[in-house]
């Protein structure tokens, strides 16, 4: 059974970073194309970026609203995927999950607020 | 981006009905379409990928059907626990993109 758990989130203020980390098990991350996904509260979820799997090159795709701004990557020992979030706006609050569409974790919650 | 679009953006309906939701990309997408429920505070859950397959462990009741840029989600007989907001995701191309969400209710 696949079992994602994301953690790291929390409040922040606007300008300031995060790093989100995502923990696998049941799933080697490296063999998946892995992806974050956030929904900010009351709205519909929005895809933030994805990473490919190692077999098809381990490119990296961000969204328009974050790219430049977010870093996704990847420990493929610790079998966790990690997004890096700097330069933070209040828009960037909402639940960040990881999945790879098919299986999603709980999610983890940032908030970004003075 | 591709748009989907995702009508009705709310319904309700009473125990047995038959739902339909529909999505509509604004550009062909195959048949890389997925729906997921997802209920308050909860994470979206997999029903039906590939627009028609269906997820196991998923009721029988719900369906998808469609390709290119028309698709639907059906729930042949409404139970309690369908209670819940239905998204639609085209994975065709980056960035992938979902539907509005359709809220659905039981009368």
């Known amino acids: 059974e696949v079992h994602l758990v994301e953690s790291g989130g929390g409040l922040v203020k606007p300008g300031g970073s995060l790093r989100l980390s995502c923990t696998a098990s049941?799933?080697?991350?490296?063999?998946?194309?892995m992806s974050w996904v956030r929904q900010a509260p009351g709205k519909g979820p929005e895809w933030v970026g994805r990473?490919?799997?190692?077999?098809?090159?381990?490119?990296?795709d961000y969204a328009a609203p974050v790219k430049g701004r977010f870093t996704i990557s990847r420990d493929d020992s610790k079998n966790t995927l990690y997004l890096q979030m700097k330069s933070l706006k209040s828009e960037d609050t909402a639940v960040y999950y990881c999945t790879q569409v098919e299986d999603w974790g709980q999610g983890t919650t940032v908030t970004v607020s003075s | 981006d591709i748009q989907m679009t995702q009508s009705p953006s709310s319904l309700s309906a009473s125990v047995g009905d038959r739902v339909t939701i529909t999505c509509r990309a604004s550009q062909g997408i195959g048949n890389d379409l997925v729906w997921y429920q997802q209920t308050p505070g909860k994470a979206p859950k997999r029903l039906i990928y590939?627009?028609?397959s269906f997820q196991s462990g998923v009721p029988l009741r719900f369906s998808g059907s469609g390709s290119g840029t028309d698709f639907s989600l059906t729930i042949s007989s409404l139970q309690p626990e369908d209670s819940a907001t239905y998204y639609c995701l085209q994975i065709s191309s980056f960035p992938p993109t979902f539907g509005q969400g359709t809220k659905v209710e039981i009368k």
């Open positions: 990473i490919k799997s190692k077999a098809d090159g381990g490119a990296v």
């Open positions: 590939a627009a028609s």
């Open positions: 049941g799933l080697i991350l490296s063999n998946n194309w």
